[in-house]
């Protein structure tokens, strides 16, 4: 009887963790140093705003400050985020300075 228990426990732990396993995200690359993690609420809001695109005759790269000429929108309830869209290319810039902190793919 004891070994049956045993086998019944040893089974339920196993079922349990591999439960457990399939809901656990793990992140393998940390992110580059010195990159911005978006909360998920900019990253969403901003994906699914219909904004039309300008064109800008530069690199839209991390640190690149946009000329004033670009006009950018603030992300509701979140302070210091700010998005355009430029060359058909969404990003996240810091409302102030214009500076592209993430392009967004």
């Known amino acids: 009887m ?9 089974a339920l732990l196993t079922v349990s ?3 457990f396993a399939q809901s656990t995200v793990i992140v ?5 140093t010195g990159a911005i993690v978006l909360p998920g609420e900019v990253r969403t809001y901003v ?3 219909q904004t039309p ?6 690199d839209v790269v ?3 400050a946009l000329p004033d000429t670009v006009e950018v929108h603030t992300v509701p309830n979140m302070d210091g985020y700010a998005y ?6 969404r990003v996240i810039v ?12």
Do not use: F, W
Request: net charge negative; no cysteine; hydrophobic share 40%.
């Open 94 to 105: 810091e409302p102030q300075t214009h500076r592209v902190i993430q392009v967004l793919e």
């Open 47 to 49: 994906m699914e705003q």
């Open 62 to 64: 991390v640190g690149t």
């Open 2 to 10: 004891r070994k049956i228990m045993l086998a019944t426990a040893a």
């Open 28 to 32: 393998t690359d940390p992110a580059p």
């Open 53 to 58: 695109s300008v064109v800008y005759d530069g």
């Open 84 to 89: 355009t869209v430029v060359n058909d290319r």
């Open 17 to 19: 963790s591999a439960a």
